[in-house]
């Protein structure tokens, strides 16, 4: 569970919290690690993947100097839409309004000819 953490003494900004990333194994160097979605036939196990639990302090993004597409290979950006947050319920809202203000916002920020949505997962 994050706990909230305040060194700056504001009382906010970020978070502690346990991050499980992928161990650090010789396999690896050989092998690329792996997870089915599915029980395979026969002895190759479901998954490969071994994980270590580190503790990290996880910063709001919404304060201070905001992540740059360039350096940091995201960005955070403002965007107006339509939707409620009781409308990310219904696919077919978000499909038909979501998307399309999800594309036209990313044509404009990123002054695109072509933005396509491949994809999308909500997690209330």
Known sequence: MPTKVDETGDGEGFVEASVHFLAREKVFEIEKPYSLRFPPDGDLPQ???????????????????????????????????????????????????????????????????HVHVMDFAVSL
């Open 47 to 113: 998954s490969n993947i071994k994980r270590e639990k580190f503790k990290v302090v996880i910063n709001d993004m919404r304060k201070g100097e905001r992540p740059a597409l360039e350096q940091n290979g995201f960005q955070i950006m403002d965007m107006e839409s339509t939707m409620y947050y009781s409308d990310f319920d219904d696919e077919e809202q978000i499909k038909s309004l979501y998307l399309p203000e999800v594309e036209a916002a990313l044509l404009k920020e990123l002054d695109a000819r």
